[in-house]
Each structure stands twice: as structure tokens, then as C-alpha cells.
T-cell receptor, first 110, second 114 residues
């Protein structure tokens, strides 16, 4: 069965610092992978997605993610975090249906 | 607005009430979904509709009753809920079935059961 694990429940970074959010998936075939962001009281907004091809994908708001098949990972990165990036981030995989990880809450220190 | 509209945004209901959540999309999508988001838990897929037909019920209690009258509208009818049903209920749609691309989410309905 497909599954997604986000090992970090909560991360705090300083504004301007780099960010990496971890995501590991379990799926037998080539997965479709996604990162979503959710601001308080809002729905989910798609940041980026990977289907095939180049393993480094660019998304909105300066985010990127790298697909590593050997590690079953799809980590999200941003070189310089802004205060407005504080939100909850969800990794998801489609393999028959869209399944989410438990989310990582990002706090940004001034 | 994302293209998927959910009403109401907030709902407080007693355990003996009957209420309905509404989801509407005019994106031309053929698949629609209900997800439940509880605190400290991953988003849980509840129901999947593809071309108005229910294709998945993820062991959801019968006090939740979905309805999809057409490809643009999805309802979740609620009755005799429990306090543990308090959560954010998210609707989503996608152009094709669950295996595809392009899921768009609504802003959700925050449900509180008292």
C-alpha cells in the first residue's frame, strides 16, 4: 500500500535561512509526488509536483524539490525563507488515490 | 478563490442535528473528493466520486452521507455526529480520476460538534 512519511512534525528556522522539509514515500511503481502548503484556516495550495523527467522540480514561491528514487524521498527546499512561508506543508503521493503525509508545521523566527 | 468553493466556512452543530456541507467547482473536473483533517492526524480520504459515481468509501461511518448530483457539485450530509467528528472537511476536484493530476482544494468547512 502507498504511504507517505514526514519525519518532522514541527520545524523552526530563522528568516533568511535555508529550509529543507523531508518526505519519504512508499509505493511500488513510479509515483506521482506533490507538495502542498496550507496557511491557517485555508485549504491546500499546490507548490510543485513530480511525474517524470528531471528529478529536480521547481515550484511556486521559490520552492524546489528533488526526487531520489534510491532513497524513496522527495524533499522540499528553499534557499532563503521568508516570514510569510510560515504554514503547514504536506507531501502527497498518487498511486490510485492521493495520500498525504502527516504534515510539517514551519515556524519562522524574525 | 481556487475554483473550488465550499460552504459554509464554519459550522457548529449539536449531536442530534442534521446539516449538509456543500462543494462546488466550475473547473470542468470529473472527479470530486471529501477529505477530513483532524488535529495531529494526516488528511484522511473519505469519499471519491468519478463522473458522479462513488468509486471509494474509505470505511466512513454511515452518519456521513455523500451526494454527487452532477460533476460540479458534491454534498456531505451529516446526522447524529459525535464530538470526535469535529474537524476541517476539505473538498477537492481533479480533471480525471484519482490517479491523475491537478487536484484543486477548497478552503474547507470547519465543523464543530457540541
Amino acid at each position: 500500500a502507498q504511504s507517505v512519511t514526514q519525519p518532522d512534525i514541527h520545524i523552526t528556522v530563522s528568516e533568511g535561512a535555508s529550509l529543507e522539509l523531508r518526505c519519504n514515500y512508499s509505493y511500488g511503481a513510479t509515483p506521482y509526488l506533490f507538495w502542498y502548503v496550507q496557511s491557517p484556516g485555508q485549504g491546500l495550495q499546490l507548490l510543485l509536483k513530480y511525474f517524470s523527467g528531471d528529478t529536480l522540480v521547481q515550484g511556486i514561491k521559490g520552492f524546489e524539490a528533488e526526487f531520489k528514487r534510491s532513497q524513496s524521498s522527495f524533499n522540499l527546499r528553499k534557499p532563503s525563507v521568508h516570514w510569510s512561508d510560515a504554514a503547514e506543508y504536506f507531501c502527497a503521493v498518487v498511486g490510485g488515490k492521493l495520500i498525504f503525509g502527516q504534515g510539517t508545521e514551519l515556524s519562522v523566527k524574525p | 478563490e481556487t475554483g473550488v468553493t465550499q460552504t459554509p466556512r464554519h459550522l457548529v452543530m449539536g449531536m442530534t442535528n442534521k446539516k449538509s456541507l456543500k462543494c462546488e467547482q466550475h473547473l470542468g473536473h470529473n472527479a470530486m473528493y471529501w477529505y477530513k483533517q483532524s488535529a495531529k492526524k494526516p488528511l484522511e480520504l473519505m469519499f471519491v466520486y468519478n463522473f458522479k459515481e462513488q468509486t471509494e468509501n474509505n470505511s466512513v461511518p454511515s452518519r456521513f452521507s455523500p451526494e454527487c448530483p452532477n460533476s460540479s457539485h458534491l454534498f456531505l450530509h451529516l446526522h447524529t455526529l459525535q464530538p470526535e467528528d469535529s474537524a476541517l472537511y476539505l473538498c477537492a476536484s481533479s480533471p480525471q480520476g484519482p490517479q491523475g493530476d491537478g487536484y484543486t482544494f477548497g478552503s474547507g468547512t470547519r465543523l464543530t460538534v457540541v
